[in-house]
T-cell receptor
Framework: GNSVTQMEGPVTLSEEAFLTINCTYTATGYPSLFWYVQYPGEGLQLLLK?????DKGSNKGFEATYRKETTSFHLEKGSVQVSDSAVYFCALSSRDGGFKTIFGAGTRLFVKA | EAGVTQSPTHLIKTRGQQATLRCSPISGHTSVYWYQQALGLGLQFLLWYDEGEERNRGNFPPRFSGRQFPNYSSELNVNALELEDSALYLC????????????FGPGTRLTVT
């Protein structure tokens, strides 16, 4: 079945550091890929998405590129801020799976001032 | 445009009782998904409703059930509550057709004592 694996956290960075959170997936067909963010005490917000190979999703300085050859969708940001502290979930959704979203385990990011 | 709404925000029940959680999707969205986010266990798919019918369910016992109303809002019912049912329950909605992304509500935190 479909699955998502992302790097374990927590990840602790200083403000303005470069962020990478690795994510790989297993899926049949052609899934869409997502990054969701969950701030403390809140629900999930869609951060960015990519719907086909080589698509790059971007939002709020975060980027991720859909790499079919490596089945990866790594999240990057060039300069993190304290306000980026949150849990980040990599996810996929496909028609085969009834459009339900399969999530990775989540990576908690702490950014220190 | 109003987002996905869920009620109540918090719910405290005792073991053996029943809990009812409610979700209103984004206007025009016909699919509703329920997920459980238990501490340390990530996000697990529970149920998918579309056009009033249950389309898919995750690996949860039958005491987790629900329904979707003609206005596409949805209820999640959990019978015979157990301590391990304590979790954040997230509802998400999806638009018609082949769109993949889901939009999440803020969640209902259920505590079973």
């Amino acid at each position: 079945g479909n699955s998502v694996t992302q790097m374990e956290g927590p990840v602790t960075l200083s403000e303005e550091a470069f962020l990478t959170i690795n994510c790989t997936y297993t899926a049949t067909g052609y899934p869409s890929l997502f990054w969701y963010v969950q701030y403390p005490g809140e629900g999930l917000q869609l951060l960015l998405k990519a719907t086909k190979a080589d698509d790059k999703g971007s939002n709020k300085g975060f980027e991720a590129t859909y790499r079919k050859e490596t089945t990866s969708f790594h999240l990057e940001k060039g300069s993190v801020q304290v306000s980026d502290s949150a849990v980040y979930f990599c996810a996929l959704s496909s028609r085969d799976g009834g459009f339900k979203t399969i999530f990775g385990a989540g990576t908690r990011l702490f950014v220190k001032a | 445009e109003a987002g996905v709404t869920q009620s109540p925000t918090h719910l405290i029940k005792t073991r053996g009782q029943q809990a009812t959680l409610r979700c209103s999707p984004i206007s025009g969205h016909t699919s509703v998904y329920w997920y459980q986010q238990a501490l340390g266990l990530g996000l697990q798919f529970l149920l998918w409703y579309d056009e009033g019918e249950e389309r898919n369910r995750g690996n949860f016992p039958p005491r987790f059930s629900g329904r979707q109303f003609p206005n596409y809002s949805s209820e999640l019912n959990v019978n015979a509550l157990e301590l391990e049912d304590s979790a954040l329950y997230l509802c998400a909605s999806r638009g018609r057709g082949g769109t993949y992304e889901q939009y999440f509500g803020p969640g209902t935190r259920l505590t079973v004592t």
